[in-house]
């Protein structure tokens, strides 16, 4: 038991903890590791994950809204690459995409638009985001805003970014209002790239929806 629990203890380098008996997996928080039914327990989802919101201009009058800064969630963004990214993914989303949704109000129905939602790591975080959203105003729609150039821009610069487009393709509905939802905002470009490439089928993006930004 001590030897499965130290495996999956470093196998996740320190993140996530569980070990195994009789019933099964028990699992620790990721934040306090206490343990939990949860990965993330409802007393750190309360105390340390209340969202924010802020607001950056990407172009005249374009908007991106933000519920965390990226420091505080750097950790969590990071599990996106681990097998339980999903769980991580699904509560930061509930607290932050769920409560947007059922505030928010429009004239008319929109679609949410996720941003390159692949499967490489066995989830969508995007899609996962996207989902949370649906509610009598915004209708996620998956799968149809894919990039074409598979590069990664973790730690690369701006100018790195400008001159490696992600070359996105649309294949949804034209000719409507949709919000984009992306995981985290840097510099902007892959929101403004998209934005470009949905506007060539009629597509209005009214602004963009990320879990984090670097605010500083």
């Known amino acids: 038991k001590n030897e499965i ?3 999956s203890k470093c196998s996740s380098r320190g993140f996530y ?9 028990i699992l620790k928080c990721t934040s306090c590791d206490k ?7 409802k007393t750190c989802q309360t105390t340390l994950l209340a969202p924010n919101f802020y607001k950056k201009e990407l172009e005249k009058d374009f908007f991106v809204y933000s519920f965390y800064d ?3 969630l750097e950790d969590l963004i990071q599990s996106k690459y681990h097998f339980y990214g999903d769980r991580v993914f699904n509560i930061l989303a509930k607290l932050s995409f769920a409560k947007f949704a059922l505030n928010f109000e429009f004239t008319h129905p929109i679609l ?5 939602d692949h499967t490489r790591h066995d989830f969508s ?3 996962i985001l996207a989902k949370h959203l649906k509610s009598s105003f915004i209708k996620p729609i998956f799968n149809t805003l894919k990039a074409k150039n598979i590069v990664k821009y973790a730690g690369k610069n701006l100018e790195f970014r400008q001159k490696n487009p992600r070359k ?3 294949s949804g509905v034209k000719n409507c209002d949709v919000i984009l939802v992306d995981d985290v905002i840097t510099t902007g470009t892959t929101i403004l790239e998209a934005k470009k490439a949905l506007k060539k089928d009629g597509v209005n993006v ?3 929806l990320t879990l984090c930004s670097f605010l500083n």
């Open 70 to 72: 990226y420091k505080d």
């Open 206 to 208: 009214l602004f963009a």
């Open 5 to 7: 629990y130290r495996k």
């Open 112 to 116: 949410a638009i996720p941003i390159d």
């Open 168 to 170: 996105f393709i649309y």
């Open 35 to 41: 343990l939990s039914l949860q990965i993330i327990c």
């Open 17 to 25: 903890g569980c070990f195994k008996n009789l019933k099964g997996f």
């Open 125 to 127: 975080q995007t899609a």
